[in-house]
């Protein structure tokens, strides 16, 4: 191995290990114990998206424990991945070193990219995928090694992407649409292999589908009509998507403009400034008519920086400011999580809370039930399923946990939980003060009382109040 090769892989390892330390220090997330608890759920598809980050989680946990390290583990695996990629296309298509390492730390620092490395969710699998994607990409449309393998490696990466999020349909939309429509590629079309390459991503893709033919189809509903049509914005959600484009990359996108502009002027439409622009544009579009989360535009991000950093030297400057600014900011954000640094307006929507608590809320529920008579006999129960999954995954599986909203509406925890199994258990409702409730409303028991109030706490503000009730003999819900 050459020093030029050892050089990069401690490069790639420093940014890996920075990464690691907030992993470690910080508890799991609402929505880190959710798709934790898929992962003790396994099936081909879930109500919010496809099964990919439950099978990561699964996986690792099988391997490393249950700590909220092991957990995440898979996020450490797929940065060295996609840090790897990003410099092997970069380098080999500026022919330098030094533009490669740049393109290392963009994907490192961007906060885009840091901030969703700090938690383990469906965008883990969903980027490792669509990395490999672009990888075989360029091998096929711009070294024009149109092996066989290639092709089949390039379906099978958008499929699995597509196992980890729909949005990937996009970024394989302009693969194939380049194909069809982008003259410097067109002498594909009379090749076999970009059909076979559909066919294999189809047939990776097929158990999701499977599952919500079973399911009335309800994760596809839910992404592509449930999640929006309450939420018609038109220029209000425009404006906000755009800025947040500028926000979520520490204003790299202005750095990334004329680099852009500049490199179509001179090469045209190609493959990548294509990936860069489209998925962004066709999101940014959406956004006029409903909502858009700002970060499905990520898979924009990875084509931009490896056109970015082949130029960088054009933009040195900006580089290192951009650098600078992005990397105190990150730092900021993960001190907060670990210790509130400002006050919110409302301390209890802080995410501080989210993530606290939760050792205290665990040792009350195993204390109050080991004392029971019947001890088997108890369960958990709350009307969201973010809390049902974090004292879930924080109790490992010790009690089963019942998510029974109020509305009766289908979510995650519908698909494997028994309700009727419910009848006649004692339970402990839990009840958060950003997810309030009232128990005697939503339940039947033969007795129902408050148990015990636990309170997050930091600098004397309250950020979270946990509230424990004792439902002796659970009936029915209301």
Partial sequence: MTKQKIHTLLFILAFTLLHAIPLNLINLGYDEAYYWQWSQHLAAGYFDHPPMVAYF???????????????????????????????????????????????????????????????????????????????????????????????????????????????SIIFAGVIYANILFNQKYKYLLKSYKPYLSIIVGLIAFIPNLYWNYHNNWDSFVFQFYNR??????????????????????????????????????????????????????????????????????????????IIYAQNWPTYKKGFWWLCAVDSILMTLIVIHLCSPLITLPKPQDDAYGDINGWDD????????????????????????????????????????????????????????QNESALIGKNALILEDSKHKFDPAELYDCSSLSKYQDIDVIYNNLLYRRYTLFECKNFIKRK
């Fill in 228 to 305: 929006h049509n309450s939420h018609v914005n038109h220029f209000e959600s425009f404006f906000g998507f755009i800025g947040l484009q500028f926000a979520i990359t520490g204003f790299f996108l202005f750095l990334f403009i004329p680099v852009l502009y500049k490199n179509i002027k001179q090469n045209g439409v190609t493959l990548f400034n294509s990936l860069a622009i489209a998925p962004l544009l066709i999101f940014t579009i959406i956004s006029m008519i409903v909502k858009m989360r700002f970060y499905w535009a990520l898979l924009s991000y990875l084509p931009m920086i």
């Fill in 57 to 167: 989680i699964y996986i690792s946990e099988k391997l490393f424990g249950s700590s909220p390290l092991a957990i995440r583990a898979p996020v450490l695996f797929a940065n060295i991945l996609v840090s790897i990629i990003m410099y092997t296309i970069t380098a080999r298509m500026s022919k330098s070193h030094k533009a490669g390492l740049v393109a290392i730390t963009l994907f490192n620092i961007l906060p885009i990219f840091a901030l969703g490395q700090i938690m383990i969710t469906p965008d883990i699998p969903q980027l490792t995928f669509v990395s490999l994607a672009v990888l075989f990409s360029y091998f096929i449309f711009e070294e024009k090694k149109s092996s066989t393998l290639l092709w089949i490696a390039l379906g099978l990466a958008l499929g699995c992407s597509l196992m980890s999020k729909y949005t």
């Fill in 361 to 416: 809320v665990s040792k009350t529920i195993n204390t109050f039930v080991a004392e029971q008579p019947d001890p088997q006999n108890w369960v958990i129960i709350s009307n969201d399923f973010h809390i049902t999954a974090s004292v879930d995954y924080n109790l490992r599986g010790k009690f089963t946990t019942y998510s029974l909203p109020s509305n009766n509406k289908r979510e995650g925890n519908y698909y494997w």
